[in-house]
């Protein structure tokens, strides 16, 4: 079955840690997200791929950073710049044609203490 | 930018319809969507229109657009409590890397 995937679902770190959160996709999708979500705020945009190697920071980039080297992989580092780092990351992907429908991963709870 | 605004809660009786209401402030937004979260999950398409259109229909959901007010609107028939969870609005231009989502509606169905 096609789909995203995001490990872990619940993830803990001490305050000062990097921590990187996977998302790996079999949709053949060329352009990937990251979003975090907060109560009441809805999803707001971290990074976004829109081609292997190739990314931009969306509307809360500072303190995260992202790589992608191979189409299916697009992981998140959430570094200790981040000043809130807790919260609910979601990964999604899309491929590049009308109506640019977003697939989204289960996403992973991060706790930071 | 684009701002997409919607209430955040709203309970109904099983049974019942349900209207999700959202603005947005972009005209030119192309694509209009509505996603559901369940607990604990991502978020998965429900449905979407396409601009020029004023509804859509898909089995026991509506879809109103009003391009002039800006406000699209999602209706649930025949409510079950399977359909508790956190509705999206989202709006794009015609570029697959700027969907705004609104902050979602909570929707509980009493039983």
């Known amino acids: 079955d096609g789909g995203i995937t995001q490990s872990p679902k619940y993830l803990f770190r001490k305050e000062g840690q990097n921590v990187t959160l996977s998302c790996e996709q079999n949709?053949?999708?060329?352009?990937m997200y990251w979003y975090r979500q907060d109560p009441g705020q809805g999803l707001r945009l971290i990074y976004y791929s829109q081609i292997v190697n190739d990314f931009q920071k969306g509307d809360i980039a500072e303190g995260y950073s992202v790589s992608r080297e191979k189409k299916e992989s697009f992981p998140l580092t959430v570094t200790s710049a981040q000043k809130n780092p807790t919260a609910f990351y979601l990964c999604?992907?899309?491929?590049?044609?009308?109506?640019?429908?977003?697939?989204f991963g289960p996403g992973t709870r991060l706790t930071v203490t | 930018g684009e701002d997409v605004e919607q209430s955040l809660f709203l309970s109904v009786r099983e049974g019942d319809s349900s209207v999700i209401n959202c603005t947005y402030t972009d005209s030119s937004s192309t694509y209009l969507y509505w996603y559901k979260q369940e607990p604990g999950a991502g978020l998965q398409l429900l449905t979407y229109?396409?601009?020029?259109?004023d509804m859509k229909q898909d089995q026991r959901l509506t879809v109103l657009l009003n391009k002039k007010d800006k406000h699209l609107s999602l209706r649930i028939a025949d409510t079950q409590t399977g359909d508790s969870a956190i509705y999206f609005c989202?709006?794009?231009?015609?570029?697959?890397?700027?969907?705004?989502f609104g902050p979602g509606t909570s929707l509980s169905v009493i039983p």
């Open positions: 989202a709006a794009s231009e015609t570029s697959y890397d700027k969907v705004i």
């Open positions: 229109i396409f601009s020029n259109m």
């Open positions: 999604a992907s899309s491929n590049r044609r009308d109506p640019y429908e977003q697939y």
């Open positions: 949709l053949n999708h060329d352009a």
